[in-house]
């Protein structure tokens, strides 16, 4: 990685913009530099990147240093299937529970936080854990918080006598919005100094995204072998996200900008600034 690359999430939630960067021509000329969210979010703030999608909170708390590319997230309207509770005990009985959080995320941690104060007056204890179901994270907490492909394993896969949560559902219980997870966030020197290079990035990220989209059927299959998910699954999975940035996702994510400011997890935003690109 040099900080001229460009970071990309390696969940399969990102898998349209991967065909398109592989089979669609989109790649070319771009170093990317693949790793999970948390990652992305650290090399971004310490400028080991330049540009890279990172948890949405993550503008909130370095806007002073970031600006966003326009038009581009990973947002749900609804259930998604890749923001999972997984619970020994149903969720309303979690109020002093203690809940494992996956080290892989950051915008859902504060989601999760928001929906156990506001939907379930709950105050749980919360730490932040590598573990996996099989390597024992629950033999320490109540519940366990899992991200893209950890949470679309575990909610493809159901054990018996545990309890599952889609925060992206609950989210839309309580707020009737939709939810954006991620951005795609560039150090705000870099954006004004490269306009050229990030007017490449914008085109390639966007087309790629639409290749992907438009071939996904044929991007699914090449996944199948790989996770233990049919190639219709991972089709269903795709169809519940929006890669879009509308005025619509903008306000819902200053909604939940505002929810995490009130819980003390992040500056109070009240607006979003993009990166000037021509679109
Ligand atoms: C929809 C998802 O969006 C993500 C959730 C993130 C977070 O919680 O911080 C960050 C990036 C995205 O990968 C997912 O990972 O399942």
Request: aromatic share 10%; charged share 15%; net charge negative.
């Amino acid at each position: 990685m040099d900080n001229q690359s460009l970071g990309n999430i390696k969940f399969i939630n990102c898998l349209p913009l991967h065909y398109g960067l592989s089979h669609g021509g989109f790649g070319e000329k771009l170093s990317i530099y693949s790793a999970t969210p948390a990652q992305l979010n650290q090399l971004i703030v310490t400028e080991q990147l330049n540009i890279s999608p990172v948890s949405s909170i993550i503008y909130a708390q370095n806007s002073e240093k970031l600006v966003v590319l326009p038009n581009v997230s990973i947002s749900a309207e609804n259930a998604l299937e890749s923001i999972i509770l997984v619970s020994k005990h149903p969720i309303e009985q979690l109020k002093q529970a203690r809940i494992a959080l996956t080290s892989k995320s950051a915008t859902s941690h504060g989601l999760l936080k928001i929906i156990m104060h506001h939907a379930y007056q709950a105050s749980p204890e919360y730490f932040v854990s590598p573990l996996s179901l099989d390597e024992g994270v629950l033999e320490d907490a109540e519940a366990v918080l899992f991200i893209g492909d950890d949470a679309l394993m575990a909610y493809h896969h159901q054990l018996a006598g545990y309890y599952y949560y889609d925060l992206g559902g609950e989210w839309k219980k309580l707020t009737g919005l939709p939810m954006v997870y991620a951005v795609w966030a560039l150090n705000r020197k870099f954006a004004d100094l490269n306009k050229d290079y990030v007017q490449m990035v914008y085109e390639k990220v966007t087309g790629g995204f639409q290749y992907g989209l438009t071939h996904i059927a044929d991007a699914a299959r090449t996944l199948q072998d790989t996770f233990s998910l049919t190639a219709a699954q991972i089709v269903h999975y795709i169809g519940l996200l929006n890669y879009q940035f509308s005025p619509a996702h903008e306000q819902a994510l200053l909604t939940y900008y505002r929810m995490a400011h009130d819980l003390g997890l992040s500056p109070n935003i009240t607006e979003i600034e993009f990166a000037k690109v021509v679109k």
